[in-house]
Nanobody, 116 residues
Framework: QVQLVESGGGLVQAGGSLRLSCAASGIIFSINAMGWYRQAPGKQRELVAGITSRGSTNYADSVTGRFTISRDNAKNTVYLQMNSLKPEDTAVYYC??????????WGKGTLVTVSS
């Protein structure tokens, strides 16, 4: 059974930083592309960062240069380092597959709130 557990969200001022973590179980983590998604109030969920099994990364234009995705295959964990946060980054953040399909059951997510 696939389980994704996100953590690390919180309230931060604009310009601040947060590091999100996602622990995965029930999948062969090391061979799967993983990604971070977010859903802001009233908006659709969107993929903001992805990382392949080999460590290649890609980002949405809105977060390029500010967010960094990484993974630790030994810990079955994917991370999202978020710097220079903006109020428009406020959303619930989720991890899932890195291809944009959302193929695994969604976790509860972690709320990031950026105050201006």
């Amino acid at each position: 059974q696939v389980q994704l557990v996100e953590s690390g969200g919180g309230l931060v001022q604009a310009g601040g930083s947060l590091r999100l973590s996602c622990a995965a179980s029930g999948i062969i983590f090391s061979i799967n592309a993983m990604g971070w998604y977010r859903q802001a109030p009233g908006k659709q969920r969107e993929l903001v960062a992805g990382i392949t099994s080999r460590g290649s990364t890609n980002y949405a234009d809105s977060v390029t240069g500010r967010f960094t995705i990484s993974r630790d295959n030994a810990k079955n964990t994917v991370y999202l380092q978020m710097n220079s946060l903006k109020p428009e980054d406020t959303a619930v953040y989720y991890c899932n597959d890195g291809l944009g399909y959302g193929m695994y059951p969604w976790g509860k997510g972690t709320l990031v709130t950026v105050s201006s």
